[in-house]
Nanobody, 114 residues
Framework: VQLQASGGGLVQAGGSLRLSCSAS????????LAWYRQAPGKKREFIAS???????RYQDSVQGRFAISRDNAKSTVSLRMDNLKPEDTGVYYC?????????WGQGTQLTVSS
């Protein structure tokens, strides 16, 4: 499965942005989809995941600020990000969870300025 993330950009602290990710093929409904982030100089980390019936989990640092959603029919997953902070800066990727076994793609860069 090839993944294409989009929607990143440069945002001021406190701003909002929405990321989107589409898969090249249909995603089986049991597959849990997730967003990951790789900050400069750090390892890629889990941000949020969502099951096909909408159950979501979040990393503590984004709980209450980010909202993940998915469209099962279109095999897409989105991430709404509010009250952005400079520490949210990084390249955002989508993939399955927990394995992250699909091709990661280039991700989408988010830069939050203070």
């Amino acid at each position: 499965v090839q993944l294409q993330a989009s929607g990143g950009g440069l945002v001021q602290a406190g701003g909002s942005l929405r990321l989107s990710c589409s898969a090249s093929t249909s995603v089986a409904r049991p597959t849990v989809l997730a967003w990951y982030r790789q900050a400069p100089g750090k390892k890629r980390e889990f941000i949020a995941s969502i099951t096909s019936n909408g159950n979501a989990r979040y990393q503590d640092s984004v709980q209450g600020r980010f909202a993940i959603s998915r469209d099962n029919a279109k095999s897409t997953v989105s991430l709404r990000m509010d009250n952005l902070k400079p520490e949210d800066t990084g390249v955002y990727y989508c993939n399955n969870w927990p394995a992250g076994s699909w091709s990661w793609g280039q991700g989408t860069q988010l830069t939050v300025s203070s």
